[in-house]
């Protein structure tokens, strides 16, 4: 992990980005996160896809074989909003000498205890990004967290601050259009794919706002790829962005 200096001073943000209750409610699904059939189902239908993005990102980034299976090999990677380590197990898998980040203590928990279980080498801790002495990594990611955080400008502000030079970002979140109100917040909590107040629509965010808050972070944001839903596809990577997209950014020249 490098120690170079940020374009982003983290001290000056303007206050914490971690919402209490936002941390109480993921907290208290944090024992069955790994079960593929309960409260967090939908995150890991929608992890292979993210994966698949991640893993075409990191290739092109660095220039890598895409028949490698450690990619990731000597890379420093952060997941910052990491819950119980959904996305860093495979981080690590793909090589990279991952640290995982959550707000709530009780995910780190479950977490480090998962990756005991499975032989992963995987640093968890929890609090607020811009707080914890960690350095900067090649790679930061941040998955549907943006809409959960109080200060999104400071928050996006910290991810950058973690970012090495050359680096490598990859974020994805909720588009804040009528269909993502319909399906993600209606009907998604209704029939119970996703607990109950896990969402507020008003905190989504536009792909236009978060190239915005990126470029604040002196940050430069590739094009949008959409994750869509389809009976016959499920969740799946897609030009339609009116439901969910995932971004890469980069230091700006």
């Known amino acids: 992990m490098s120690d170079a200096t940020a374009p982003t001073d983290t001290n ?11 941390a109480a409610h993921f907290g208290k699904l944090a024992r069955d996160w ?14 292979p896809v993210r994966l698949g993005f991640i893993r075409a990102a990191v290739d092109q980034h660095w220039g890598g074989d895409p028949d490698s299976l450690r990619p990731l090999a000597g890379k420093t990677a952060l997941d ?21 980040v959550d707000a709530a203590p009780e995910n780190v928990m479950a977490a480090q205890a998962h990756a005991g279980e499975a032989g992963l080498d995987i640093r968890y801790m929890a609090g607020e990004i811009a707080e914890l002495d960690i350095g900067t990594f090649d790679l930061v990611t941040s998955m549907e ?33 009528a269909r993502s109100r319909l399906l993600l917040v209606g009907a998604a909590e209704a029939i119970g794919l996703v607990p109950k107040g896990t969402h507020d629509w008003d905190e989504f965010v536009t792909p236009d706002e978060l190239r915005e808050l990126l470029a604040h972070a002196g940050l430069t944001m590739s094009l949008p790829e959409g994750i869509a839903f389809s009976p016959g596809k499920g969740l799946h990577r897609s030009a339609d962005q009116s439901l969910n997209y995932i971004v890469t950014a980069v230091r700006s020249a």
């Open 80 to 100: 910052v909003g990491c819950g119980a380590g959904l996305l860093c197990e495979p981080l690590a898998r793909l090589g990279g000498q991952v640290t995982g």
């Open 34 to 47: 790994w079960d593929p059939t309960g409260s967090s189902a939908m995150l890991h239908r929608l992890n």
């Open 12 to 22: 000056s943000l303007a206050g914490p980005t971690i919402r209490p209750s936002e």
């Open 145 to 177: 967290v943006l809409e959960h955080v109080a200060d999104q400008r400071a928050f996006v502000a910290a991810l950058a601050a973690r970012l090495a030079p050359g680096g490598l970002m990859v974020l994805s979140t909720p588009n804040r259009t």
